[in-house]
Nanobody, 115 residues
């Protein structure tokens, strides 16, 4: 069964940084585009960034471009999202999934940006 486990979220002040991690299992991780998504209260999932299987291509949403860095370690079936200069609009639950996403969403990890 396809499964994702996210971690690394927390409460940070505006301007702070967090590094999110995700472990995928139940599929051939190294063959898939992997994406980070977020969902704010009352909103649908929003794509934040995605990375190609080999890691050579990384695409970011305009809202995080220049502040986010996605990476992956296929030996560990792990993906990371480094978020810098966080602002209140980044407050959401963050998930990883394949791209396009399947229905096997993990529990996500909450980022709350507040002063």
């Amino acid at each position: 069964q396809v499964r994702f486990v996210e971690s690394g979220g927390g409460l940070v002040q505006p301007g702070g940084s967090l590094r999110l991690s995700c472990v995928g299992s139940g599929f051939k991780f190294s063959n898939q585009d992997i994406g980070w998504y977020r969902q704010a209260p009352g909103k649908q999932h929003e794509s934040v960034a995605w990375i190609s299987p080999g890691g050579r291509v990384a695409i970011y949403a305009d809202s995080v471009k220049g502040r986010a860095t996605i990476s992956r370690d296929n030996d560990r079936n792990t993906a990371h999202l480094q978020m810098d200069n966080l602002n209140v609009e980044d407050t959401a639950v963050y998930y990883c999934n394949e791209r396009p996403p399947n229905n096997n969403w993990g529990q996500g990890t909450q980022i709350t940006v507040s002063s």
